[in-house]
Each structure stands twice: as C-alpha cells, then as structure tokens.
C-alpha cells in the first residue's frame, strides 16, 4: 500500500522496520528515547526534532540507547559495536558538531576494511542533520556531506524525498560499510509523497531523474531537488527542456546517468547547499570536465551559497541559499 | 474488543469503536505471532485511531491463527484484523471461518489513496480499484493484468467502459499493491485470487477481460467456476501455444536500473512512446519492494519451462466449459504470436497499430470489441 507520507513519517517507518527485521540493528544518541532521567517519560521527545519517538517504547532500553553528551565516546562505542556484529545506527544531533568525534568514522571505520584484508566489516550508520532554512545560525544550518565524501570508505546518503528517504535508509542499514545519511531538517515536514508500506531498499549509488530534458542537465541533491524542479518548470514555459537528476548519494556516485545526460544536453548546472569550496559540486564539475569536455557547449555553472557562514539574520539567510530564480538566471546565462 | 462469531472455536479480532467520531483505526503492530498462545488479557495487536493508541487484548484463551490485516493498513470498524482459535483448527475451517466473518461484517474494505481499496481475502489483501456501476445485465467486468503487471495498465480501458459499467481491476499476489505473502505461487493459485475476489466482494457472476499471463490465469479460474463466468476476452494471452518471447521475461526479472527497464518496456510496444519515466519507475518502485524479486520468479517458475509456456492447451479445454470466449491481439506483438489465437474456434480481433499492450495502445478499439462481446453474451 502506497500512501502519503511526510520524510518524517518515512523515516520513523523505516527505523521500525529494519530494527523489526534484524535483531541486531540498535539505535543510540542523544536524547533519542527522551532522557533516562525522566522515569515514565523517556519516550516524550525522541531526539532534538522527535524524529525517532516511538522506538524507545517499541524496543525498549536494551535496543534504544541514550548516550551521553559525548560524542566522541559514543560514536567510538558505535564503531566497535559494528565491529563486533551489531548494526548500529547512530544518531548525532547535527553534522555541524562532527568536529568532535571525527576520528572514530575519518580514521577507524573508514579503514578497517582496507586495512584487515577486507576480513572486517563495519555495518554503521550515522544520521545527522543538516541544512539552512531553520533560522539557527551559521553552527547549525552546515551541508557538510563534502567532508565525508572526501573520505574513501564512507558512504554519503543525501534523500531528496519521503519514498527515498524509506529506501535509502533501509539499503544503507543493511549495507556492510559505514554510512552516513544525511537528515535536511526543513525537509521533515515540508515533503511528502507516495511511499509503500513495505520494506524496500533503493540501491546505493543510483541517480534518480525527475525530469527528461534535452537543453540542460540539472543536477540538485536533498533539498536543493526541489528547487531544480521548480526551475526546470518555469524554464520549460519558456521552451529550455531541463534533465533534472538527483544522484541520491554522492559517495558512491552515480557518474555514468550524469555524464551521458550532459553527453546529450551539453550543458552541465549544479545546484548545491554545500559551500562552493572543495565541495559536492566543485568535484562533479571536475569529473564532467575529466570526462565529457567534447560535449560541454557552454560552461560548468555552480549554484551554490557563497563561500561564507550561514547567515543568522533571517532575510540574510535567504539571500544566502540557492532558489529557483538563481537557477534560472545561470541556465537562461547559457542558453 | 474480539468477540466469537461461530460456534467452532474460532474468533475474530476486530477494529475496535473508540467513541462516536471513531469509524476506522489503523493497525500499528501485531504482538504476538501467528502460532503464538494468546491468554484472556492478553495484548494481541496494537491499534491507532486518530483519538487513541492502544493494543487489543484477548477475550480468550487459545492460538493466535491469522493476521488478516498487516501494519499500516486501515480497517473499518468491526472490520476482521485476525484469527484466535483452537490450535487444531484446519486450514479450510479457518479460511471459510473468515469468509463468514466478512461476510457478517460487511465492512472487509479498507480505503485508501487514489482511489483504490484494499480488499481482504483470506489471509491477502489485495488492491483493487472498483469503478463505473450497473452494465449490460448488471454483471460486473474483472480486470486481470498479466506477469509484471498492475492494475495501472488497465486505466485507460476501465475509463472507458467504466462510464457506464462497473469495472474492477486488482493487482494479483506479488504484483502492484497488493500485499503480498511469502510462498510460491502457481497459476492455479493466482486464478484462485479471482473467486476469491469475487466472493469477497459478494459478486455471483462476473465477464473477466484478461491480459497475457492473466489470460491463463482466468482460464483456470473459469474451468473451475465456469457458471460464475459470463465471458472471457483473452487479449494477446498465454495457455495456448509454447511460443514466447522468454527474454523478454529473463530482461524483466533481471533488471535494475531504468535504463535496463525501458529497453525491456519497449518490446511490449508497437511504438516505444508509450515507454514513459512514469511506466518504469511504477515498474522499478514495484521490484525494489522486499520478496516481490523472488515471487515474480517463483511465478515465472511456476509459468515457464526451458523458455517456453507450460500451459498450453486451453485452446482445446475451453470449448468444453461453454464460457464465451474471445481474443483480441496487437497486431504487432513480439511476445507471444497472433497465432495461438488464430487456431482455435474461438473470434480473434487483430487490433492494428498495437505491440502486446493493444488496451494501452489501442484502448477506444479494445472497449469496442468487450463492450460488442459482452452486450452479446449478459
């Protein structure tokens, strides 16, 4: 049964159903099942946005694991943990505050395979969020999916909807090497869509397109997606067909569905929250470079925030981030 | 809240009533499991309406012998969510046992988006969209889609008949919507989705319009019931000869990605247009759904062997049920030949400008020839 579903609701299904399905999938973070403080209570929040209330309820404190203010210790323990036979997810507030407790994943589970012969496995998954549009200043509105990306051995798992964010969550769940899936938290509410009721898991390193167009190739991650199709919808009006392609993850990434769109269309713009530097969009714009330069009948255009922190004043914020009109304007500079 | 509805020792768990405004509840989690001893008191299964969430307890002591309706779906009240009962309870009693409850409830439909219902049928629910209403003679029109298939490919044709016939279409066990269970299906035991669709939805006698796999299917279903069949249009269907195109089958089993899918798609077509992004992602979202990869197998096992059909002597088997029976073909089809239908007795409609998906294709010229056979034969 497919029904309408926000991420939110997406999301809550998936974490029952993998933790339904395999004993060994555990959850921990901070405040997930609402404090252990607080007895008869320590269901009421469930993480900082409520997005994982109901499980600790559900599989009880053995499986529902609060853990201290400590990122470093518990990100450290979750490593193990996958080392040892368990599927941990792990769920660290928001990305911004990766700096604390990035050795366990930069250095630790990102080479344990490498290192062991490939005889260790490392089934962890992180959730974090990201994202500006929450009004919550520049230490808690970061896209920083580039650092991870970065790093052979980690996966990076961007949703851009409901039904992804069920399939992608489940693949990575189940996947045998660490990743790291990325929660946009305007998105929680803001999106819904169709998404079956049962378990399904959608292929890691699958680009997804939305839209077929013969003009431009338009590539857009998470929420950026939404703002792609909006674009693409106000340039078809004026006759500029857009191929519009979410790649889903950016390590692995789906290179060959983006370089034989712009193999066709001969224009390439990318539309990335991340800052412009070193980032997401830097590194495609190389590989099309690399490897379709013959067909490029314009420039590479980057969409992006510019190379400063998020804005907290509001309307700065907004000014700050990518939109539809932005879009428009650099595809209508190649035409 | 389960209260007794025969005197055989079985129950049925039903959607509680919370209060006035409650009229449907949602199934949350099943506590214990099929085979599970249930005490009086016990919590059988978790429920949710949009004032409340609570789980059911037991009224009685026993087996736990059914989950009728799995998480996520919403029943009416009073509608059946499962089966205590006697751990002896055999197979037939419990399934005629839950026909009854249906039947005694009448509330075995469950609502959901887009205008499709969810219909339980013994342990399935199975997807249906229920259209149009009275008709030549008031029989209802069933709609059986073919191997990969879901009732969404029948869109075009309910639309049309629809306006002025009532006209279901379903998708069959492993397919589309419906939810499914794990076990091998045969044909046989597809064909029997049919009468027990028709049973649940109370329908004596019913024309049945059936598409390449789903033609051999309903065959089966109308040697088996054939009083309750009033005709049957069998387009571009399987069961009468051994030819088919079985890479096509292998590339629909194997394929992953949406470019695989429309090289895959377009054999079904005189005219690849009709190969959309929206056709293959229905066809990819449907694959990606756990246990729908290996029941699409198990029913190709069941359907094929060394690359050609099974079944395929419906052509000589039929003329002895007396069903009205007719074919209509693409005349471009590159997956099973015009040919198998040309040879029997029975009218064959060659229907121009069509691969194997002539109500795709051609949907105003296939209502043509169901409407002409079925005004024919009420």
Redesign the interface.
């Known amino acids: 049964?497919?029904?309408?579903l926000t991420m939110r609701k997406a999301l809550s299904?998936a974490f029952r159903q993998v933790m339904e399905e395999d004993p060994t999938v555990i959850m921990m973070g901070e405040d997930i099942a609402g404090g252990q403080g607080a007895p008869g209570e320590q269901d009421a929040w469930g993480g900082d946005l409520g997005i994982t209330k109901g499980l600790y309820g559900?599989f009880g404190a053995e499986r529902v694991l609060d853990t201290p203010i400590s990122e470093m210790a518990y990100l450290g323990a979750a490593v193990g943990a996958a080392t040892a036979g368990l599927r941990p997810i792990c769920e660290l507030m928001f990305v911004d505050f990766m700096g604390v407790c990035f050795d366990p994943l930069l250095n630790q589970a990102a080479k344990f395979r490498y290192m062991f012969g490939g005889k260790t496995k490392t089934p962890l998954v992180v959730r974090t969020q990201m994202g500006a549009g929450f009004r919550a200043g520049s230490q808690h509105s970061q896209c920083l999916y580039p650092l991870f990306g970065h790093i052979p051995g980690l996966k990076c798992v961007i949703p851009s909807s409901a039904?992804d964010a069920k399939?992608l969550f489940i693949a990575s769940v189940r996947d045998d090497d660490p990743v790291i899936f990325f929660e946009h938290k305007v998105m929680y509410d803001s999106v819904s869509d169709?998404v079956?009721?049962?378990?399904?898991?959608?292929?890691l390193g699958?680009a997804n397109?939305l839209r077929?167009g013969d003009d431009v190739t338009l590539v857009a991650l998470g929420r950026m997606v939404h703002f792609a199709l909006q674009a693409a919808d106000q340039l078809g009006v004026d006759g500029i067909s857009c191929d519009v392609i979410d790649p889903r993850t950016i390590s692995p990434l789906d290179e060959e569905t983006i370089l034989e769109s712009v193999e066709r269309t001969g224009r390439l713009v990318i539309v990335d929250e991340a800052y412009p530097r070193f980032g997401f969009a830097a590194d495609l714009a190389s590989i099309v470079a690399e490897k379709a330069f013959d067909a490029l009948r314009a420039p590479i255009r980057k969409v992006t925030p510019p190379h400063t922190p998020c804005p907290f004043p509001p309307n700065l914020e907004d000014l700050w981030l990518p939109n539809a009109p932005k879009i428009c304007a650099a595809i209508r500079e190649l035409m | 809240v389960s209260g007794p509805i025969s005197d055989k020792r079985l129950f049925a768990i039903t959607m509680p009533k919370w209060g006035m405004s409650m009229d449907e509840g949602t199934v949350v989690?099943w506590l214990v499991p099929v085979g599970g001893t249930v005490e009086i008191g016990t919590e059988i299964v978790e429920v949710e309406s949009t004032k409340a969430s609570t789980a059911i307890e037991s009224r009685q002591a026993g087996v736990l012998l059914r989950q009728i309706a799995?998480?996520?779906?919403v029943l009416p009240v009073r509608g059946v969510i499962g089966v205590i009962g006697d751990s002896e309870a055999s197979v037939p009693d419990i399934d005629a046992f839950i026909r009854e409850a249906h039947q005694s409830e009448n509330v075995v439909e469950t609502r959901?988006?887009?205008g499709s219902t969810?219909v339980v049928v013994a342990d399935q629910?199975l997807?249906v969209v229920d259209t149009g209403s009275g008709g030549v003679a008031g029989v209802p029109l069933i709609l059986v889609h073919g191997f990969g298939g879901m009732l969404k490919s029948w869109a075009m044709l309910q639309e049309e008949i629809g306006q002025d016939h009532r006209v279901i279409s379903f998708d069959l066990p492993g397919h589309g919507?419906t939810?499914?269970i794990p076990t091998a299906w045969s044909l046989e035991e597809l064909a029997h989705t049919i009468t027990l669709l028709l049973d649940a939805l109370h329908i004596n006698r019913a024309h049945i319009v059936a598409h390449s796999m789903g033609g051999a299917v309903s065959c089966l279903a109308a040697s088996s019931m054939p009083r309750r069949v009033a005709s049957l249009t069998l387009i571009a269907s399987m069961g009468f000869g051994a030819e088919i195109d079985y890479a096509y089958i292998v590339g629909f089993l194997e394929a992953?990605?949406?470019r695989e899918f429309e090289r895959v798609l377009e054999k079904l077509f005189a005219s690849p247009r009709y190969v959309n992004?929206r056709m293959i992602d229905d066809v990819i979202?449907m694959k990606?759904?756990?246990?729908v990869a290996e029941a699409l197998q198990n029913i190709a096992d069941a359907a094929f062997l060394d690359g050609v059909q099974r079944l395929t002597d419906f052509g000589d088997k039929l003329p002895a049920i007396a069903v009205p029976v007719q074919f209509i073909w693409g005349a471009e089809d590159a997956i099973i030949p015009v040919c198998h239908a040309t040879r029997t007795k029975f009218p064959v409609h060659v229907v121009e400008a069509a691969g194997h998906m002539p109500h795709i294709e051609q949907p105003a010229a296939v209502a043509g020839h169901v409407r002409a056979f079925i005004t024919a034969h009420p």
């Open positions: 049964v497919a029904r309408i299904e559900r039904y399939g169709e079956p009721d049962r378990p399904y898991a959608i292929p699958e397109v077929d | 989690k799995l998480p996520g779906a959901h988006g887009s969810h629910a997807n919507d939810n499914l992953k990605r949406p992004r979202r990606r759904i756990d246990g």
